[in-house]
């Protein structure tokens, strides 16, 4: 009986892999022509980053795609890069490159399985169904060693999903949690079933802030696949460009970014525009999972109360009710998403560190950090905006 022989590889570019051999990893539920859970990790997403130069050379995000293959077939990969620096990752280890450099070693480079730019949960360690026991193992361990056998100074996992999470603990990875606000459907039959779940006060402050952000003096439009045209992109660039210029100094993606997922991913995208005299002054741009919104970039040229609430938060459960969706991801931090029915829940992280004696230093910390990020949500969740009981709600 011949022995199975299993190989990890690295890919620079997924021009050298299939879309449809990718995908069988990264999204096999979406065979039926279903969506994806995650888009994020599609062929047709990742390639638009490298495509547009927002990875790749000079970006501080070197594409380094990791596969599996058992017996010559591809069974696992997963979207991998060797990072010059700690943006783009939401996930902040700034102190522990400081930590790290002020005592002699060279934190950077790093290598990171992420998507980059995006604070969104999803599988990193990508499998065909039937051996995700086997490829995860193997993506694991190979992209371990490879980590220590470049002499490289840590790997991280970031935004993984809480099975891959668990598994990566008992493995020996370090497990980091920390938190951002998602929207839950309860079963909502309409948005104003959704206001009816919370407090009369919250109730009333947001029907407060939809009045007056629809009152700016124009129109609020939702579009998706053929809706979308390639002059929305022209608009929602320079809104992108000036949040992306505040927030982070420079904006992680490149125009061309846009007109390529424009070709390629219209139907995973959902754009809300406000709009005056058919100009667009504020705009909005998610993502849609198969159960799942993801609101991604805001931007404006023009302030207006209340209009980043209502164009980010309002419409994205407004589409996700209509749409029956389970959840809407807001992204990263933002305690005000609180009131607005956006609940704390817990994400996760996985971290290899070289060194043993910086690594049992880390692993401390994870576990103050870990108690803390628990505190923290359960203190929130008891703010939160919701009737405590039925029979305490005003009519």
Known sequence: MTEATLEISLLDSLAAIDEQVWDACACPEASDGGRPFDPFTTHRFLFALEQSGSVGPGTGWEPRYLNAKLDGQIIGVAPLYAKGHSQGEYI?????????????????????????????????????????????SALVQGVVKLTANNGLSSLHITFCAPEEAELGREMGLLHRTSQQFHWINHDYADFDAFLAALSSR???????????????????????????????????????????????????????????????????????????DGVPVAGALNFIGRD???????????HHPCLHFELCYYQAIDYAIRHGMQRVEAGAQGEHKLARGY?????????????????????????????????????????????????????
Request: proline share 5%.
């Open 92 to 136: 902040f280890d700034h102190s522990w490159a400081h930590a790290y450099e002020r005592a002699g070693g060279q934190y950077y480079p790093k290598l990171q399985i992420a998507v980059p730019f995006t604070p969104a949960t999803g599988r990193r360690f990508l499998t065909r169904p039937g051996f995700e026991q086997v490829g995860l």
């Open 202 to 276: 919250k109730r009333k402050n947001i029907r407060k802030e939809r009045k007056m952000a629809q009152s700016f003096g124009g129109e609020i439009i939702a579009l998706s696949g053929q809706q979308i045209e390639p002059t929305h992109w022209d608009a929602f660039w320079d809104f992108y460009q000036d949040t992306g210029a505040r927030k982070w100094g420079t904006p992680y993606l490149t125009r061309e970014f846009f007109d390529i997922v424009h070709e390629t991913m219209r139907d995973d995208m959902l754009l809300v525009l406000a709009e005056r």
């Open 292 to 302: 799942t919104l993801f609101g991604r970039y805001w931007g404006a040229s023009e």
């Open 343 to 395: 609940m704390p829940v817990t994400t996760h992280s996985l971290h290899w560190i070289a060194d043993s004696g910086f690594e049992q230093a880390v692993r401390e910390y994870l576990q103050a950090e870990a108690n803390a990020v628990d505190e923290e949500i359960e203190i929130l969740t008891s703010y939160g905006p919701f009737r405590k009981t039925a029979s305490s709600a005003d009519p």
